[in-house]
């Protein structure tokens, strides 16, 4: 599903991404983590052309993304992208924001936009809330929403960038849970996210990233029980005991 | 003053209508209306074309604002009224030729405007809609400028005000908006100045200080709209 070939990101002379080659197959669930600024919202953000890249391949689905002739636009509308700060679309409703792209892009009739949205709706569970606008909602919903919206265009691969990093705690169950769903329903994902109890019941594969490169790779089970790795021992001891620093 | 009212007001209202021209206050008004209307669109174009990503749009659209603005609108006026007919080949009428100019020195503050109001949208906005497959223009269109267009209603309706205020300038081309229908009255009644200027600043005001407050209630409005919302 998703090929990364040597793939080499700069901002400026500050390299983000060094030598990065991955591969997910298809209906795999991978979650990435790593310490702040190590590159996961770099590497995820390249998959659908959000960053460029200076060198390498990336080929999803059999599009090579940055070849001379990828649609764009077609290609990013088969990729579903959630954001850690949801990003809804605050001036139209909540059935709105789901249907906005279908009718546009997939040349759905507003009835038949209407009626999937309605359903993908119901599967977050916020069906009742399909005439309210984000703003009324709170922010375990607004994600929710978020993944529906993402979910209309119907593409067989969803990329996450910590969307749950932004919510209150006792928000976070409620949009793992959707996203342990999708897992379940054999959905391709690539999750960057901290929330180690759902990269050991969910993922597949976990990746730890430090500056800006894939330092380790490994079935849950392996990765949580023998780290390699002497950056990813620290890490998983550091957020085990997130206040051992401090104290 | 009360006679001066009974005398003049219609003359003042709408000018010489039905026997000549429509004037006066009427043709204030409808030039203010329609100079929007006209500088609304172009406007929003050239706020789109100030933050294009393509230089190609961006820089002479830049160029031609910033000259704009940094030219006081009796210029515009003049290069209007001397400029026009040469470019057009016939004669332009007082009316059309400060409509073009109110068009032209609007378009480029609202564009200014409305180049802020898209700015201020975060670009995870941007973001979303393109990554869910919307093309920039799209993105632009169906997602960031209806954001944009409903923050900015406070400053179009100050934008008006400032319209109104400088329709006076067509007075110097001899157009016969309200201000010149002041000094036609003025120079028939010829020994009460004060009192007639003193009725024409009554009027801006009256109009003026009107919209200010819709603004000022348009503002707080739609904030308390967005508080309402984000602590819902
Ligand atoms: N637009 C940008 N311009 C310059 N540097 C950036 C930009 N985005 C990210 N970076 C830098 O790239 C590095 C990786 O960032 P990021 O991918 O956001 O990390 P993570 O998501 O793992 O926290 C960081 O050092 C960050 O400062
Ligand atoms: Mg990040």
Redesign the pocket.
């Known amino acids: 599903m998703i090929q990364i070939e040597k793939v080499n990101k700069w ?2 002379s ?1 390299q ?1 991404l060094v030598n990065v080659t991955e591969s997910v197959a298809k209906g795999e669930v991978v979650v990435v983590c ?10 995820i ?1 390249t998959l659908n052309r959000l ?1 460029p890249i200076q060198s390498g391949r990336i080929v999803i689905d059999g599009v090579d993304a940055y070849g001379p002739h990828v649609k764009l636009n077609a290609f990013r509308s088969h990729i579903g992208f959630v954001f850690q700060q949801f990003n809804l679309f605050p001036h139209i409703t909540v059935l709105e924001n789901c249907t906005l792209a279908p009718t546009r892009l997939r040349g759905l009739k507003p009835s038949e936009a209407r009626d999937e949205a309605l359903t993908l709706l119901a599967r977050v569970g916020l069906a009742a809330k399909a005439r309210a606008y984000p703003g009324e909602l709170s922010g375990g919903q607004q994600q929710r929403v978020a993944i529906a919206r993402a979910l209309a265009m119907r593409p067989p691969l969803m990329l996450f ?2 969307p749950t990093s932004a919510l209150d705690p006792e928000m976070v169950g409620e949009v793992l849970l959707v996203m342990r769903d999708l897992a379940r329903d054999g959905m391709t994902m690539v999750c ?1 996210t901290h929330e180690m109890g759902f990269a050991r019941d969910v993922a597949d594969r976990v990746l730890f ?1 430090d500056e ?1 490169k894939v330092l380790e790779r490994a079935v849950p089970s392996e990765f949580f029980a023998r780290p390699e790795h002497p950056r990813l021992r620290q890490f998983l001891s550091d957020i085990r005991t997130p206040f051992a620093e401090a104290a | 003053m009360i006679e001066l009212i009974d005398t003049y007001w219609l003359y003042f209202l709408v000018g010489q209508y039905p026997h000549g021209p429509l004037g006066g206050l009427a043709l204030t008004l409808i030039l203010a209306v329609l100079g929007l209307l006209f500088a609304f669109p172009l406007g929003l174009v050239f706020g789109i074309a100030r933050v294009s990503p393509w230089r190609s749009v961006r820089w002479p659209v830049t160029a031609l604002i910033q000259v704009v603005r940094g030219t006081p609108l009796l210029m515009v006026v003049f290069w209007a009224y001397f400029f026009l007919p040469s470019l057009t080949g016939q004669n332009t009428d007082q009316f059309w030729t400060m409509l073009t100019a109110l068009v032209v020195f609007d378009a480029a503050y609202l564009a200014e405007i409305i180049r802020a109001g898209i700015q201020g949208i975060g670009k995870g906005q941007t973001e979303s809609a393109r990554s869910l497959g919307f093309s920039y223009l799209d993105a632009m269109r169906l997602v960031i400028l209806p954001q944009v267009v409903r923050n900015m209603l406070p400053s179009l309706v100050n934008q008006f005000v400032a319209t109104i205020k400088e329709t006076s300038l067509g007075y110097i081309i001899g157009l016969t908006e309200v201000s010149f229908i002041a000094t036609q009255i003025n120079t028939q009644v010829l020994t009460r100045p004060a009192e007639v200027y003193l009725l024409l600043g009554l009027t801006y005001f009256i109009l003026c200080f009107g919209l200010s407050r819709l603004a000022f209630w348009l503002e707080r409005h739609l904030q308390q709209r967005t508080m309402a919302k984000a602590h819902a």
């Open positions: 901002y400026g500050y983000a790593g310490p702040s600024g190590s590159g996961k919202s770099t590497l953000r960053e960038d910590e960057v990233m800006g």
